[in-house]
């Protein structure tokens, strides 16, 4: 099972993609709207606005992720098996992007037009190989397996 070094580990490289992306993100949108954004108008953009909604998907599997490490052992190690799976559906490391997937398409033209990217993507990669690998790597599994992992954390978010 995972211990909680791994779980930091790779909390910590996903905020670090997150953040990457963000800023990503934001020169692209302050470019195309000639926009200066502070910090608050970027906050509600990436919650409200549509060109910002393909970041979301990653935004819930870091919460989803955070709910469950923060949880008791037992909690955790439910689903440990489910993390990998879940974060390589995200970043659809396993097949090629789907071409209607707005993440996907964000995300890899990112990682290979970026190198700041392209090292917190390789980060993500580095910090899920001590995690156990899905039995099968079809995206069917690669959902169902992010689908339980964001379902034990609803469960416990609704716990406290």
Do not use: C
């Amino acid at each position: 099972m995972a211990d909680a070094d791994n779980w930091q580990k790779l909390a910590d490289a996903l905020r670090e993609l997150h953040r990457v992306l963000l800023e990503r993100a934001r020169r692209d949108y302050e470019r195309d709207h000639v926009a200066n954004l502070s910090a608050g108008e970027l906050l509600q953009l990436l919650t409200t606005h549509a060109e910002f909604a393909w970041l979301r998907e990653l935004s819930e599997l870091m919460v989803d992720l955070d709910l469950v490490r923060d949880a008791l052992p037992p909690h955790r190690n439910e689903v440990a098996n489910a993390v990998r799976a879940a974060v390589e559906h995200v970043l659809a490391m396993h097949k090629p992007p789907d071409p209607g997937s707005p993440f996907a398409q964000h995300y890899w033209t990112y990682v290979h037009d970026d190198p700041h990217t392209a090292m917190a993507h390789a980060g993500v990669k580095q910090a899920i190989a001590a995690w156990p690998r899905p039995p099968q790597a079809d995206a069917a599994s690669l959902l169902h397996e992010r689908h339980r992992l964001a379902e034990k954390a609803r469960h416990l978010s609704r716990r406290h």
